[in-house]
């Protein structure tokens, strides 16, 4: 089974800022199948980011995804009030490789 | 709109079974695979298992074998979750999630407390 870490656990930033998230798989993830989603409490996950780097309908293009084999990365280029939440990683290319990461934690400094 | 709306809260003794339930609409329920994911509380996401809505067709995460079954109505475009011998362990938000380009629909979350 592929295990996603992601990093860091928590990041504290300011509106205005860059974010840069991590996410690292245990071997390597067909491009195809990376996604990335955001969390706001109470509510369940939105797609941001599928295939490493297309966005979801309805998606910003402040947000973008990038990278292959065993490293991603998602970034926000300038953060937005509304953009602090919890970003998860995922990986679902077929059963049962549809891993999650344990999630970043993106908090207003 | 395409919309995933599930069943509501349960509160289950250790031992018994739940079963939850997640009703498409908006699109062609047989051709998209459905998905189910549960968060604990403060935790993360993690994936149960999928189906397919089409032929009926499973597979579940090895976690959850032999006591999750996961099924589906075409004339009601619902699939339901069944989770057996609940433990505390598994108190949980559980989603149904559609799979396009990733998992792209979510549903509402139902809750599931299990406690004595």
């Known amino acids: 089974e592929i295990v996603l870490t992601q990093s860091p656990g928590t990041l504290s930033l300011s509106p205005g800022e860059r974010a840069t998230l991590s996410c690292r798989a245990s071997q390597s993830v067909s491009s195809s199948y990376l996604a990335w989603y955001q969390q706001k409490p109470g509510q369940a996950p939105r797609l941001l980011i599928y295939?490493?780097?297309s966005r979801a309908t309805g998606i910003p293009d402040r947000f973008s995804g990038s990278g292959s084999g065993t490293d991603f990365t998602l970034t926000i280029s300038r953060l937005e009030p509304e953009d602090f939440a919890v970003y998860y990683c995922q990986q679902y290319g077929s059963s049962p490789q549809y891993t999650f990461g344990q999630g970043t934690k993106l908090e207003i400094k | 709109q395409v919309q995933l709306v599930q069943s509501g809260a349960e509160v289950k003794k250790p031992g018994a079974s739940v079963k939850v339930s997640c009703k498409a609409s908006g699109y062609t329920f047989t051709s998209y695979y459905m998905h189910w994911v549960r968060q604990a509380p403060g935790q993360g996401l993690e994936w149960m298992g999928i189906?397919?809505?089409?032929?009926?067709?499973?597979s579940y995460a090895q976690k959850f074998q032999g006591r999750v079954t996961m099924t589906r109505d075409t004339s009601t475009s619902t699939v339901y979750m069944e989770l057996s011998s609940l433990r505390s362990e598994d108190t949980a938000v559980y989603y149904c999630?559609?799979?396009?380009?990733?998992?792209?629909?979510w549903g509402q979350g139902t809750m599931v407390t299990v406690s004595s």
């Open positions: 999630a559609r799979q396009f380009r990733a998992f792209d629909i």
């Open positions: 189906i397919n809505p089409s032929g009926g067709s499973t």
């Open positions: 295939g490493a780097s």
